[in-house]
């Protein structure tokens, strides 16, 4: 049953700058005023040596060491029950150095057994680039650039008109950590969404939507043991490219790290993660609407080492 979708009061264009302003403002302020790098810090106090590098779908300043690389299978489960499609991301990360690492994969479309009329398509090809820089402030704060990309490869089945056009995202991500003995972080990330011109459906010719701009703070907590929890929220609007909608979301999440000895887990080299989004939307963009309010995702990352032991206390 959809639930009721609350609206937001719309925003001058002046407020919704801000969000976007006040991020670049504190990032280029703490990079430049920070002097002392983290070279000398102890490894397991610098933030990211116990966390992964992205959450809730947002790319966070943290990078894997050089040649390691993970296989990330993202279903979304909320699609069985409000979708006629079923979507399962898969991505392919590789580390060129220990501050870049590239990204490449697809988003299926497959057909929802449980939906009376099912499609599917071959979705997306997606791709993109992280780079990290130094560790700055003794090792508390972390900042990092990158981008991301994805190509329809035939009609895509949403209804969402921005999904049959190629979208291109530049980001971004900084965190910091709040206490000593690395268990909670706070971070935040800004990326633009800027959509093609060239729609990959053509059968009815219609004005490519706006680009949209993304800002999404939040914080993890990860205490010693095999889960971690995490908060964040998710601003997007059009009005940077003329338009008048905004979206907010509200996404808590949990992930957990099955221990050694874990049965399916096991006999498998490497390590897993597992995590588990809830959305909330308290308001949606225009076209974004007919939607559902809330949605469910699952996330399973197998990620794989270079020959070296890893450390006795991280997840990572």
Known sequence: MRMANPSLPLASRSNARLPLLAAITFGAAVYLSSHALAEDWPEEKKIGYQFVDSISKTPLPFTGKDSDFSIDI???????????????????????????????GIIP????PFDSEPVSSDGYLTFGLKQRLDDMM???FS????FSAQIPLEEIPSPVLRSSYDQYMPYITAAYRLDEDARWLAYSTVQYQWVGKDRRDNKTPVDAPNSLVMFQPGIIYQPHGEFRYGLSVEYKTDRFDGGRDDGVKIIPNITWFPPEGTPYFRRLAGHFELSLDLEYALSEIKEEEEGSDIGVGLS??????????QPEESVL
């Open 143 to 146: 900042l990092a650039a990158g």
């Open 138 to 140: 003794d090792g508390r």
């Open 74 to 104: 993202n279903p979304k489960l909320g699609d069985i029950i409000h979708e006629s499609y079923i979507r399962l991301p898969m991505e392919l990360e590789y580390g060129f150095t220990d501050k870049r690492e590239g990204m490449i």
């Open 300 to 309: 399973v990352r197998w990620r794989f080492y270079k020959s070296r032991p």
């Open 109 to 112: 479309y497959f057909l929802n």
